[in-house]
């Protein structure tokens, strides 16, 4: 048998055993997405957007770019595994005669540089992510696998270093296809072989050694934290295309399949198939973890530990509910949120969606989070104590503060201010006050200037007054679905039957629920925030505020600026009537109130968010911390007070006001 023979069946051995140890565990994974629920989304429209997504985030590497330096190491080793890609086969036919090549590609001299470069491209990739790994040890990589890590480097650094120095040795041999002037670097190492048989036997273990280590690593990729490398762009080409601060509605109609019911996520067999694809894509890079408002303040909470403890479940249980299937038993597993502190980091989470805009794989976390939530909630009645009489409230008077709904428009007593009954003319405006600014003290001062603002425009507005509802976030972000849809249906039935068709709404979670959440029943409308049409009126000139020399720093409400993208009205109010700076983190990168999610009516059980975000803001020297969402207003003017500061928090609609009524 010749020496060809003989290495083409070494080599198929070597695929065979590679390859199937990589199909069985590929199996296991299929299995287990095809065991997850519907994820209840439409995930297979919107096609060029998908696309797109998948251009940007994964071809181009978008949001690693986030952060330049590990953008750049991640960039060079990513796109470098693709370039690289076809000298896989390359080598493999060297394997069974090393004078033959893939026809055309293996011949070009632009194709032989492409890989010296891209090698060398992706072992300086490789020594930046020593350099972050070793010397700058950033704690966002607290928790992850960091020793599994190093080894898949080292076994990278393996398979560009014996490519680069099998090249090196077939120049020394003048087997290259190409003049080896296309090759500088292989060509530099040549000078390391002779000619001789030496030569020739190390040419032989060097394509062999680099052919065994890129089988054996893609045996060991799909039981690995690299499994990412295969399901990333799965996860991101699946991702949501609708609004970010929307959540899924659960249907709880009798005709549904008993398999597509849900009530979030109970044991293994209740996560859906794309949360598993989620807790599959992880790469543990800790991006989440280190924009996270409750890591950030010693809470058990990190989006990042929480995904891999999914994962750890999935691969856990999965297997066993796989096989009590398979016998027709029923899966009696524990719950997801009984393993690695899932429970309580479910309630730390204030849902800013912060973790999801950083993560470089689209992973949805507050999605897993709320389902965590509503399971727990609806099926195990487990909750924070503290949330009970919001939750009793909600139910049972329309609004979390537990005040009569005769009182919702007490705000506006004396101000003229419209109160639709039915059956009245449609305003062109409903203005839209929420729970918050119609029984909080504070927070009230917002809807008065609001409405103060609007009728010095001329807005024809008015106000549904006892009619109004608690719109259902709080109850829905606690995990309470039921209590939700039902507010949902009475408000839409409201708006509906009074032909509403354009709601100013001054909080944020309102705006992101009328918005976002009610067409899901039925409730269609322009919904725009008070920020966005204040700065319209003043752009118009229907407004002309008169600016003072206040220096103001602008807090973004999550729900505002990251979920929904409102960003530049609430500033151009800001520097209408002020000297506006910048805090460190603002814009779509903002770090939350710590209200979101229900947890302005939970205890925090570690340092307080509002305090954190209150001396970021006193650190710009401001005189002034503005906001636009009656809850910031609360925790913000908590967190001035606890921290002995004295700066002012007002929301811009109450700076407009002001600034209007100085003008005269
Ligand atoms: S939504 Fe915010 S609080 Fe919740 S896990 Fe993500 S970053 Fe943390
Ligand atoms: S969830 Fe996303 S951001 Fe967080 S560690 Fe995993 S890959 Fe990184």
């Known amino acids: 048998m010749s020496a060809g023979v003989l290495s083409a069946l070494a080599l198929l051995a070597a695929l065979a055993v590679s390859g199937g140890l990589f199909a069985r565990r590929a199996l296991l994974l299929v299995r287990l997405v095809q065991m997850g629920k519907p994820s209840g989304i439409e995930r297979a429209d919107a096609v060029p957007d998908r696309l797109r997504q998948e251009a940007t985030v994964v071809l181009g590497q978008r949001k690693l770019f986030q952060k330049l330096v590990p953008g750049l190491m991640h960039a060079f080793i990513f796109w470098g595994f693709l370039a690289l890609f076809p000298t896989i086969v390359i080598a493999m036919i060297g394997i069974v005669d090393r004078e033959a090549t893939i026809p055309w590609l293996g011949e070009q001299g632009w194709f032989a540089l492409l890989v010296d470069v891209f090698a060398v491209l992706v072992l300086i990739g490789i020594g930046i992510a020593l350099w972050i790994r070793k010397v700058v040890r950033p704690s966002r990589f607290e928790g992850s696998h960091l020793g599994e890590a190093d ?125 598993m694809v989620d807790s599959m894509s992880c790469t543990e890079c800790g991006r989440c973890q280190e924009v996270c408002p409750a890591w950030a303040t010693g809470k058990t909470l990190s989006p990042k530990l929480l995904i891999m403890g999914v994962r750890d479940h999935l691969f ?75 939750l009793r409230d909600v139910e049972r008077q ?135 049409m204040l700065a319209e009126l003043v752009r118009e000139g229907r407004l002309s505020p008169a600016a003072s020399e206040q220096t103001i720093t602008y807090h973004d409400s999550c729900y505002l600026a990251r979920h929904n993208d409102v960003l530049a009205p609430p500033r151009e109010l800001a520097a209408a009537v002020g000297k506006p700076i910048e805090m460190e983190r603002s814009g779509k990168r903002t770090f939350c109130c710590g209200a979101g999610g229900a947890h302005m009516w939970m205890e925090e059980n570690a340092r307080p968010i509002n305090e954190e975000r209150v001396r970021e803001a006193a650190a710009t020297g401001a005189e002034t911390l503005a906001v636009a969402c009656p809850f910031c207003t609360v925790m913000l003017d908590d967190g001035v007070q606890s921290t002995g500061g004295s700066m002012r928090v007002a929301d811009v609609a109450t700076l407009l006001a002001e600034a209007i009524e100085t003008d005269g």
């Open 398 to 532: 329309s609004n979390p503060w537990g005040k009569p709904q005769s009182e919702r428009a007490a705000w506006a007593e004396g101000l003229g201010v419209r109160v639709l009954a039915p059956g009245d003319a449609v305003p062109e405006v409903l203005y839209w006050v929420g729970c918050a600014a119609s029984f909080d003290e504070r927070a009230r001062t917002t809807a008065q200037s609001t409405a103060k603002l609007m009728q010095a425009a001329g807005v024809d507005f008015a106000i549904l007054g006892p009619r109004e509802a608690c719109n259902g976030d709080p109850a829905r972000r606690m995990g309470n679905e039921y209590v939700f849809q039902a507010y949902a249906e009475q408000n839409v039935a409201t708006l509906n039957e009074a032909g509403v068709r354009k709601i100013v709404a001054s909080c944020p979670h309102c705006f992101n629920t009328l918005a976002n959440e009610y067409p899901d029943f039925g409730g269609a409308y322009e919904v725009v925030h008070h920020t966005e």
């Open 151 to 275: 080894l898949i480097l080292a076994w990278i650094t393996g398979i560009v270093v014996t490519l680069l120095l099998w090249h090196a040795a077939r120049i020394a041999l003048s087997l290259n296809e190409y003049g080896a002037a296309w090759s500088p670097v292989a060509n530099l190492l040549s000078g390391l072989f002779g000619d001789g048989d030496v030569t020739e036997a190390l040419e032989r273990v060097l394509v062999w050694a680099h052919v065994l280590l890129i089988l054996g690593f893609l045996a060991y990729l799909p039981r690995s934290k690299h499994l990412h490398i295969f399901t990333a762009a799965i996860n991101v080409y699946f991702g949501r295309t609708r609004a970010r601060g929307r959540l899924e509605p659960l249907r709880f109609d009798e005709d549904l399949p008993e398999e597509e019911m849900r009530f979030g996520i109970g044991t293994v067999e209740d996560l859906t198939w794309k949360q």
């Open 316 to 390: 856990a249980e999965g297997p066993l509910a796989l096989a009590a299937r398979a016998s027709g038993e029923a899966y009696d597993g524990p719950l997801v949120a009984a393993s690695s502190d899932l429970e309580e980091m479910a309630w730390d989470c204030v849902t800013c969606g912060a973790c999801v805009r950083e993560c470089p794989v689209n992973i949805e976390h507050v999605d897993h989070i709320l389902d965590l939530r509503r399971h727990l909630v609806m099926v195990e009645s487990r909750f924070p104590g503290e949330a009970e009489p919001m």
